[in-house]
């Protein structure tokens, strides 16, 4: 979920229970005063009816005052607190359905208050009960116009922050898109906008400030891979052509010449493993830029064929089964991935053994017979894990799972008797 969504969410869930919170205080305090004035009025009735009574020393015969429902009850208690209470309130109205024109009753809210009064030495229970029928439409109308409120203001704050934050982001967007762009070997700096945010502007300055420090990184990264690819091959090609004249001598010893192949031999395995290195800090520094489009499967035709004699002097069956695929990749570091699949499943594989492969337009899969026993899956890719009877660098599956890396393939190993299969999901 986007910030700005999120933030909508929790703008509107907080409101939405702060608002309803309010309401509820809100309703609670109007229900208090209305009950608190209705008080007020009933405290009124009682004291009309008891100056009355006090005045004439008799019950009142019209006992209903104002609208007012008055009760007297005879009582032998001495003392009644005054008291103010809810009650159903009883209104009598006349029924048109009756034959005789009846009189109905419809119970309705209504508010109490009771207290206790001496007539001529007796005791009564005066109770004056009056209506809220009319209070309690003043706070429906209240209550309606407070959730109309509520709704209007809640509309009003998402639109709010729809239009609004979209713009106040717009600023953050840039930048991403500028970082999901960005080029390590592009010339051109990042293109930010102004803006008058100050966090937006620190951010662009830090943008800024780590994209140059990145770039001056690689651009000295690559100089010296460059540097140090060609000064160490130097000397390792004036060694090799050393060995060569020396291995040409006749006058060599058998003891000689047999130290000196294996001199041979172990710088061969030198100015591999440094082209090795090199390759792949070229890879994990993503220095090689030569992307093109071409097709999967004449790369493959290809290295069929320079391997054609190490697959027969093993006596090593190949089958193939290729679809056209394009993909858009360095074609060089392509071939060198092929390449060590090819080279692995040779290497690794049993005399008069079998390979397969396979490419569709979703996989790769090499398969190849060779030990009975899998491989460990999690090891198989590090640097330098190679088998004990490998004479390699233990560089090329790493190598190969680095370029795969490159462009988002997935590539793993799977074992089922008697095939190792190696497979790139494109």
Same mark, same amino acid.
């Given at each position: ?11 509107? $869930? !907080? %409101? ?8 509820? +205080?809100?309703?609670? &305090?109007?229900? @208090?005063?209305? *009950? ?107 209550? $309606? !116009? %407070? ?8 509309? +009003?704050?998402?639109? &709010?922050?729809? @239009?609004?934050? *979209? ?260």
């Amino acid at each position: 979920m986007k910030l700005a969504s999120q933030y909508n969410k929790a703008t509107l $869930i !907080i %409101t939405f229970l702060v608002l309803f919170i309010a309401g509820f +205080i809100y309703y609670t &305090t109007i229900n @208090y005063i209305v *009950n608190k004035q209705l008080d007020r009025d009933l405290t009124e009735e009682l004291d009309e009816i008891t100056d009355y009574i006090n005045l004439n020393q008799h019950l009142p015969k019209q006992l209903d005052f104002n609208g007012d429902q008055t009760t007297l009850t005879k009582t032998d208690q001495k003392l009644i607190e005054k008291s103010f209470y809810d009650i159903p309130y009883h209104v009598a109205q006349r029924d048109a359905d009756s034959e005789n024109g009846g009189i109905k009753y419809k119970i309705k809210p209504g508010r109490a208050v009771k207290a206790l009064i001496s007539v001529k030495g007796e005791n009564y229970i005066l109770t004056v009960a009056q209506s809220k029928e009319g209070s309690k439409h003043l706070t429906q109308l209240i209550i $309606i !116009i %407070t959730l109309g409120l509520t709704v209007f203001l809640l509309g +009003i704050l998402a639109i &709010t922050n729809k @239009y609004v934050l *979209n713009g106040l982001w717009k600023p953050f967007y840039h930048i991403l898109q500028q970082l999901k762009s960005f080029n390590i070997a592009d010339t051109n700096g990042l293109n930010l906008s102004k803006t008058n945010i100050d966090e937006f502007k620190e951010l662009n300055d830090a943008v800024i400030i780590m994209s140059s420090r990145v770039k001056n990184d690689y651009q000295n990264l690559k100089t010296f891979t460059e540097n140090a690819s060609h000064e160490m091959l130097t000397p390792i090609a004036v060694i090799t052509s050393k060995l060569d004249t020396l291995i040409q001598d006749e006058k060599l010893k058998a003891e000689q010449f047999a130290q000196i192949t294996d001199i041979y031999a172990a710088t061969n395995k030198l100015s591999r493993l440094n082209q090795s290195l090199l390759l792949l800090v070229k890879i994990d520094n993503d220095l090689i830029q030569d992307n093109a489009t071409f097709n999967l499967k004449d790369v493959i035709l290809e290295k069929e064929r320079q391997f054609q004699e190490l697959t027969q002097n093993k006596g090593i069956e190949l089958i193939h089964l290729l679809e056209d695929k394009e993909i858009t990749a360095s074609r060089y570091l392509i071939e060198i991935l092929i390449n060590n699949l090819f080279n692995n499943s040779i290497k690794h594989n049993q005399t008069n053994g079998k390979i397969y492969i396979r490419l569709t337009h979703n996989k790769l899969i090499f398969q190849n017979t060779g030990e009975n026993d899998a491989l460990n899956n999690t090891e198989i890719f590090e640097r330098f894990k190679k088998g004990k009877s490998s004479d390699g660098t233990g560089l090329g599956l790493t190598i190969a799972k680095n370029i795969c890396s490159q462009y988002n393939y997935n590539l793993k190993y799977t074992f089922e008797a008697p095939f190792h299969t190696f497979k790139i999901a494109f």
